[in-house]
């Protein structure tokens, strides 16, 4: 009975120190999306910039690798024995990835946009006690094109 409460208690414990790290990140994510509001990331290839204007282009990159925390592991585990959406999963994707354009724009000082951005993300697994793959971390990669004007 010990074991279990203890269990349940780290548990608990889990959840509470993963949702506040959680909620954390998105207020920090949402700061600096709107310092970054000003700089176009589209996935359009001039983004409405004449070529005449452009003085000088060069890539601009920004990646991100968050982990999942025990508990939401532990959920998704059990969302997988019986089937549906893994939510957990989602916002562990879509923070990795706005975080990757963020760090990508960070990279973009003084452009008037980034164009052709692309983002990819891969997992990066663990193998478990009987040898089958678990995802521990998600990586996101973001880039693109950062187009900087002419002085005139």
């Given at each position: 009975?010990?074991?279990?409460?203890?269990?349940?208690?780290?548990?608990v414990?889990?959840?509470?120190?993963?949702?506040?790290?959680?909620r954390?990140?998105?207020?920090?994510?949402?700061?600096?999306?709107?310092?970054?509001?000003?700089l176009?990331?589209?996935?359009?290839?001039?983004?409405?910039?004449a070529?005449?204007?452009?003085?000088?282009?060069?890539?601009?990159?920004?990646?991100?690798?968050?982990?999942?925390d025990?508990?939401?592991?532990?959920?998704a585990?059990?969302?997988?024995?019986?089937?549906?959406?893994?939510?957990?999963?989602?916002?562990?994707?879509?923070?990795?990835?706005?975080?990757?354009?963020?760090?990508?724009?960070?990279?973009?000082?003084?452009?008037?946009?980034?164009?052709?951005?692309?983002?990819?993300?891969?997992?990066?697994?663990?193998?478990?006690?009987?040898?089958?793959?678990?995802?521990?971390?998600?990586?996101?990669?973001?880039?693109?094109?950062?187009?900087?004007?002419?002085?005139?």
């Amino acid at each position: 009975m010990t074991n279990l409460i203890i269990f349940l208690s780290l548990m608990v414990l889990g959840y509470l120190a993963g949702s506040w790290a959680e909620r954390r990140h998105y207020r920090s994510i949402a700061q600096r999306e709107a310092q970054w509001i000003h700089l176009p990331a589209v996935t359009l290839p001039q983004a409405g910039i004449a070529p005449g204007t452009v003085d000088h282009a060069h890539l601009v990159s920004g990646s991100a690798v968050i982990s999942i925390d025990y508990f939401k592991r532990f959920l998704a585990g059990l969302r997988n024995l019986f089937g549906g959406t893994v939510r957990s999963y989602e916002t562990l994707i879509d923070r990795a990835r706005r975080e990757a354009v963020l760090r990508m724009k960070a990279d973009a000082v003084g452009a008037a946009a980034i164009v052709n951005v692309r983002i990819e993300t891969s997992t990066i697994g663990g193998h478990g006690k009987r040898g089958n793959k678990s995802t521990t971390c998600l990586e996101a990669v973001a880039y693109g094109t950062a187009l900087y004007l002419k002085d005139r």
